[in-house]
């Protein structure tokens, strides 16, 4: 096996205007005394993603100027309020032709998963073909990988708030379960009541 470093890209979601949180953007919350989205992107490069995307989309301006993503692609998506699903496509997109060969997939709101548990996930990569995600006592769940020969099936499949689901549904047997439920705790910040998880 050749070094990954450069084929496997990191891509985080960080659009979501955060609906049932009063409208607060999740890529702005606080987490360790900076925005989430900084926080995101420090796991992804401590597990060994040098080439990270993001895509933005509430609030992205503020993102810009708040957060510092120096080194990051930033990929803007202005259908973000249709739901994860055309923000996953408007990533996988911007790492066409980029040479990346498989694309580590963050979700910015889940910051009790942390650079154990994707590198865990990363280091199941076998090539173009691949397709890993995490497991929490056995069942599917983030992050995930996707390797390049299945991102036009993705992007075909992805829509609303459902990003990959179908597709990996439909691909179960392909999917390699990594379980990571030592090591992280797949909690989201979707509600108010979830605000208490951040530091």
């Given at each position: 096996m050749t070094d990954n470093e450069d084929q496997i890209a990191g891509l985080l979601l960080a659009a979501g205007g955060g609906r049932r949180l009063g409208g607060r953007p999740?890529?702005?919350?606080?987490?360790?005394?900076?925005?989430?989205?900084?926080?995101?992107?420090?796991?992804?490069?401590?597990?060994?993603?040098?080439?990270?995307?993001?895509?933005?989309?509430?609030?992205?301006?503020?993102?810009?100027?708040?957060a510092d993503l120096d080194g990051c692609v930033l990929v803007e998506n202005p259908e973000w309020a249709g739901g994860m699903g055309s923000s996953l496509r408007a990533g996988l997109e911007s790492l066409s032709g980029t040479g990346a060969r498989a694309a580590l997939v963050s979700l910015v709101?889940?910051?009790?998963?942390?650079?154990?548990?994707?590198?865990?996930?990363r280091a199941a990569y076998t090539g173009e073909t691949a397709l890993v995600s995490a497991a929490y006592d056995g069942v599917r769940g983030h992050p995930v990988l996707f390797g390049s020969a299945h991102w036009a099936g993705i992007a075909a499949t992805a829509t609303g708030d459902r990003g990959a689901r179908a597709y990996l549904k439909e691909h179960a047997a392909q999917v390699a379960l990594v379980e990571c439920g030592d090591i992280a705790r797949p909690y989201d910040i979707d509600t108010v009541a979830d605000l208490h998880h951040l530091e």
């Open positions: 999740k890529a702005l919350l606080d987490h360790r005394g900076r925005p989430l989205v900084e926080h995101a992107v420090s796991v992804l490069r401590a597990a060994g993603c040098t080439r990270v995307h993001v895509v933005l989309g509430a609030a992205a301006d503020d993102v810009r100027r708040r709101d889940q910051p009790g998963i942390g650079a154990e548990a994707f590198a865990r996930v």
